[in-house]
């Protein structure tokens, strides 16, 4: 039986019980280890390494990876700190160590990863027989070179791989020759445009890999989501990936509490901050004396909180102020070491973190895990919660925001609870990704596509014809090479944008390039005087230079933000699928979305209000994209919805629907957009699209049309079920809408909706 001293969380459940703070409790309990022994057959000196290491048995997850190594590639998808990096670091360090020649590929999504994963791999001292080296952005120009030569295990991230490595491959050639091992950590990650992308980068790499001779073994590991093998054969383009999901290691027993903000005002159904619910938990939790790691999405939210938990210590519990600290991108390599020694030791009770600290870094167990809003998917969410559990319980704390997804879950906790988890969605065809690729590949080696077809896909010959019709291959003896040969294409191509036309986005403050945007989202995101966030920081534009490709920002740190005002058209271009279901006619497949931002409206912090609307003279853009759109039967909406009602409502309804795909996509709401109009030129009829917010489409609103039924179920108890009088942010506003939220009509949506369910 624990003890109150060992849930120092006890009384903070009883206060949020008292104010109804506290919306549900669940319970987890412990689970037990389920060990094998160290497989006979590893490489002596791995072997050794190991048990000087600490490590005398394996999990048996760990040894059935062992054993599918030499059958098949493998996913494996156990828990957060369950000893995943084990399952693929065995057989690749084996592989090292028993044939001198051999060469080892790991990719990670982050730097941090990889120095990480480069650490625990030099804890086991396996001396010349494992050279590991990283070997991405940060590394120094004179050092890579004596790297490609020396190393036999480079440790490197997909954009690396994409630019530096795979265009170099003549380079790299005894490193390709001999490359026996690639390991893919942190899978679920590859999901939507980054996803597809990556899917196209593995699928180079296997066809370079096949030039030099070579077949190598892929491993992967992934928090839990609902499609592992899927996902990994289309980041790989391999077939029959095993899937490893039974956890041997132990498990800590958890309590997990679901926390609701109180109310400010009944009527518009706004709450209390949830940053600020935040900071009294962790000041709470501090006190008490468990250690604890607070998830907030946005760097700036990040530092707030770690300030508002610092300032009430220094006043109560001087001691403990300095015990608390803020972990995010941006501090230098030195200073989260440092940050991630005094967590491991102790010495810091308690650290507030975007999601960089949610994937696999090693920081220790903690006692609790806050995590501020809805992270955007129950694998995240519960990779969060992983971290939760030191001395045999631990406290697991999602404490909800006023977002309408946010407050659907709040009133169904055991729905939410018991939330399967996602499934991440590639689409590695999408022309507007693929075909760019497919000009890097042909930069690495003419493409043949009766050779590359097992790698690049079966349709290469097709999409080679479309580029050599637009100018950019010129076929020779059935292969086909660039037009340009000195052309370097993967310089072109961002890994994480779907479009390879771009913006970039330059500091004025430090001449600093930030990142940059897609063409089709630059005029809606950065146009002049747009308050633009990136990495969680706020920045004013002052300039967006149209001609120049580039957006001019400084920093800011005002109290409004800012949201455009457009007209959009959309066009169809192609029917893919249609289907009669609930009283409309349901179609899904390809149109052409025209936006013109007009104006932008400046609102302020938090209340929303607005304070100004100011013109804007932008030209328009269009995109070709995936979408889902019905069409209501007329006995549906009849003479029930006068014109001005009629507008209202299916503006209410595309924004609830928006609102909750992400329960059926592995999304965000700011990856979908959507148009309602009472006449569409091309159906003649009151219509809704919901489209997929990146150029080509990932597959997101084909989920949407496969569980319609589900969706319209989820916005019509979004919205009846909220107590707000006429719509809030809570159900129809979208805090993106190109109309500003103008007109809404929540009672008619909610009318409309049950209607549909009616059918």
């Known amino acids: 039986m624990a003890t109150a001293a060992a849930e120092p969380w006890r009384a903070l459940l009883d206060e949020g019980r008292e104010d109804e703070r506290l919306v549900r409790q669940a319970f987890e309990g412990a689970r037990r280890a389920v060990l094998a022994p160290l497989p006979d057959d590893v490489h002596p000196t791995l072997l050794k390494g190991l048990r000087d290491a600490g490590v005398s048995e394996l999990y048996r997850h760990q040894a059935v990876a062992w054993e599918t190594f030499p059958e098949s590639p493998f996913v494996v998808t156990t828990g957060t700190a369950s000893g995943k990096s084990m399952c693929f670091n065995l057989p690749a360090l084996d592989v090292l160590c028993t044939d001198a020649k051999a060469r080892a590929l790991y990719l990670y999504p982050t730097k941090a990863l990889a120095q990480d994963q480069a650490r625990a791999i030099a804890s086991f001292r396996l001396g010349r027989h494992v050279r590991p080296a ?37 380079a790299w050639g005894d490193f390709f020759a001999n490359l026996a091992v690639v390991v893919v950590d942190e899978a679920h990650v590859y999901r939507g445009v980054f996803g597809s992308h990556v899917g196209n980068v593995l699928r180079r790499l296997r066809r370079v890999c096949a030039a030099y001779g070579v077949e190598p073994r892929f491993m992967m590991a992934s928090a839990t989501i609902a499609n592992p093998v899927e996902l990994a054969e ?23 509490a679901m926390w609701n903000p109180p109310l400010t005002d009944e009527a518009l159904q706004t709450r209390r901050s949830a940053l600020g619910e935040a900071a009294d938990m962790v000041r709470d939790l501090v006190v008490s004396g468990a250690r604890t790691i607070c998830f907030v999405k946005s760097r700036k939210g990040v530092e707030l909180v770690a300030k508002l938990v610092a300032d009430q210590l220094a006043d109560a519990h001087p001691a403990l102020r300095d015990r608390v600290a803020p972990y995010r991108a941006g501090y230098t390599p030195q200073q989260r070491r440092e940050l991630e020694a005094r967590l491991v030791s102790g010495d810091l009770l308690a650290v507030v973190t975007t999601d960089a600290l949610e994937l696999g870094i090693d920081i220790g167990a903690l006692d609790a895990a806050v995590v501020v809003t809805f992270p955007g998917t129950v694998a ?19 404490i909800a925001g006023e977002d309408a997804l946010d407050q659907f879950f709040c009133r169904h906790p055991d729905e939410f609870l018991g939330r399967p988890v996602e499934a991440a969605i590639i689409n590695y065809e999408n022309e507007q990704i693929h075909d760019p690729h497919l000009l890097c590949a042909a930069h690495e080696f003419p493409i043949v596509p009766e050779r590359d077809a097992e790698t690049l896909g079966p349709r290469v010959r097709l999409h080679c014809e479309h580029l050599e019709a637009q100018g950019h291959f010129v076929q020779r003896g059935g292969s086909f090479a660039l037009r340009k040969p000195e052309d370097y294409p993967a310089a072109r191509v961002s890994l994480r944008s779907g479009s390879p036309d771009a913006f970039g986005v330059v500091d004025l403050s430090s001449g600093e390039l930030l990142g940059s945007v897609d063409a089709a989202r630059a005029f809606t995101t950065v146009h002049d005087g747009a308050i633009y966030l990136h990495m969680g920081r706020s920045y004013s534009v002052r300039e967006l230079d149209v001609h120049g490709r580039r957006a001019l920002v400084e920093p800011f740190g005002g109290n409004y933000y800012t949201q455009p005002k457009k007209e959009t058209d959309t066009y169809i271009e192609r029917l893919l699928d249609r289907r009669s279901t609930m009283g409309v006619t349901l179609s899904f497949g390809m149109v052409s979305v025209s936006e013109t931002v007009v104006a932008y409206q400046r609102k302020r912090l938090p209340d929303h209000e607005p304070i100004d609307l100011n013109g804007l003279d932008l030209p328009e853009t269009t995109f070709t994209t995936q979408a889902l759109w019905y069409e209501p039967d007329a006995s549906l909406l009849a003479e029930d919805f006068p014109l001005e009602l009629l507008l209202g409502t299916l503006h209410a309804v ?3 629907q928006i609102a909750v795909l992400p329960l059926l996509a592995m999304c965000d709401r700011w990856d979908i957009g959507g148009l309602s109009t009472n006449i569409h030129p091309q159906t003649g009829g009151p219509t809704i699209f919901i489209y997929d917010g990146h150029p080509g489409g990932v597959g997101i609103t084909q989920q949407g049309f496969i569980g319609f039924e589900r969706l319209v179920a989820d916005a019509y108890r979004l919205i009846t079920e909220c107590r707000c009088e006429r719509g809030c942010p809570s159900c129809v506003q979208s805090p993106k809408c190109g109309n500003l939220n103008d007109p809404l009509a929540k009672d008619g949506a909610g009318e409309m909706l049950r209607r549909m369910l009616d059918r």
């Open 134 to 170: 990283i070997y991405d952005g940060d590394t120094k120009r004179e050092e890579r070179t004596a790297i490609r030569k020396r190393s036999n295990l480079i440790l490197t991230n997909p954009d690396m791989l994409h630019m530096g490595i795979l265009p170099n491959h003549a």
């Open 380 to 398: 995240s969410l519960k990779q969060m919660w992983g971290r939760a559990g030191r001395r045999g319980r631990g406290f697991a704390v999602y």
């Open 234 to 256: 289309g980041l790989t383009g391999l077939e029959g990936v095993a899937h490893i999901d039974e956890d041997g290691s132990p498990g800590a027993a958890r309590e997990i």
């Open 654 to 656: 595309e924004h609830s």
